[in-house]
């Protein structure tokens, strides 16, 4: 059996065929090439993946099965498993159907043809421009580890009610770690960058960078325990989002019990100046995509505006328990059932430059890089995060480096009461963009 679009059809007909009530085909081929770096290029790898999920419903019972066996054996195989098993499962009294809305928001420039053909060497170059964009830098600095990877996808959907509908996607990202040397003591620091296409790929500016701020922390040090004003740099504000918000506002966290802002729709949960906009069809975003992992349009759309909670993140399943439709944010791998999130969460920005921030400031910290947020909270908003590189800020000046304290409160208390302003300028890191943001009267665990 050949994998071109008419065959997700009579994979869906045989499924149905063999019992399904009904049925949804999910259809994945993805190449990666990537290449690690220290101060010279490591063996690159190049990575495929080529699959199929077939979900099945018989009646209420439900079923997933994926395989990467594409031989009509192999897809047959999958199918009558996925049946079987549904028919051996207990009926999920909740299940009313798969995604009824299959479609897709068009989209330009999430796909790139240079990118989705991109070889080792083309990225080999990437990587050593890097690796001198670092002593560029300073002199002190030298590249210790250093990741980037090319990747397109191809993802193809379709199920009872609808398709197929296909989209194609590249990205590019990568990080890189540096260290510098001084009189026997080092400093360290870290950047990432993303982009849709090899040649808007950046980075290079993200390694000089890296390679001129690590001798800054050679001498950093912790700090007294008390109260400070601090500011989040974009990199620490996306982690902190992603990690305490992101579940939060999933509508399977809150029908389970286990979001904050269960049943707060249309109250105050965040200071007014906050929204939180989920740009799930935005094409520079990593999580950008035509239509989710049940082939429902995707859309942008605010989540909390001004301070106000508007709506969760929707898929097929937590929509139909309320009786409404989805809101485009099913996450699933070929093998797995779709769950809610939101897609790209974005934190509006304000009107502040980060210089204003700063003068603003008489006894604080500007907090470059964090450790260990992934161990907060989210379902209590307990935050707990070590600070590994921030600006001691004195009188609305920078005095030096700090290392090693940690930030602790409540997130949603800090959410609520204690950001004051918000930058003008965002960056994107992972499944979040955000500005500076300051907090006033954070607690700090130093020495």
Known sequence: ?????????RILKLAEELGATEAEVYRVWGREVRIRA????????????????????????????????????????????????????NEDPDWQGFNEEVGLTPLNNIWDRETAETSPEDLANVVKDAIIAVSEGSPLSRPVRCLVSASSSIVELINSYGGPVKQRVTSVAGWVYVKALRDGKEGTFSGDAFARSLREFRLRDVAKEAGAKAPEFID?????TSTYDVILAPRVATSILSIMLMPALSALSVQQGRSPLADKVGEAVTAKHITIIDAGADPTKPDGREF?????????????????LLDYAYDSYTAKKEGRKSTGNAWRNYSSS?????????????NASLDEMIKEIRNGLLVESTIGEWLSNPV???????????????????R?????????????????????????????????????ILLRNVRVAGK
């Open 380 to 398: 209590s908003g307990d935050l707990n995060a070590t600070v590994t590189h921030a600006y001691l800020i004195r009188d609305g000046e920078v």
């Open 1 to 9: 059996m050949s994998t071109h679009s008419h065959d997700v059809e």
């Open 292 to 308: 989710d992992d049940e082939g429902h349009p995707t859309v942008n759309r605010a989540l909390i505006k001004e301070g106000i």
């Open 338 to 350: 779709p769950t809610p999130r939101p897609n790209h969460v974005l934190l509006k920005p304000g």
């Open 220 to 224: 950093s040090k912790p700090i007294p």
């Open 38 to 89: 220290t101060d010279k290029i490591v063996q690159p790898k190049a990575l495929e993946l080529d699959a199929i999920g077939v979900r099945v419903a018989v009646s209420k019972r439900v079923a997933v099965v994926g395989t990467q066996d594409l031989s009509e054996a192999g897809i047959r195989k999958a199918v009558e498993a996925a049946v079987s098993i549904a028919r051996a499962t």
């Open 400 to 436: 030096g480096t700090v290392k090693g304290v940690v930030l602790s409160g409540n997130f949603y208390e800090l959410m609520k009461g204690n950001i004051d302003l918000i930058g003008k300028a965002t960056e994107t890191h992972g499944s979040a963009t955000a500005p500076h």
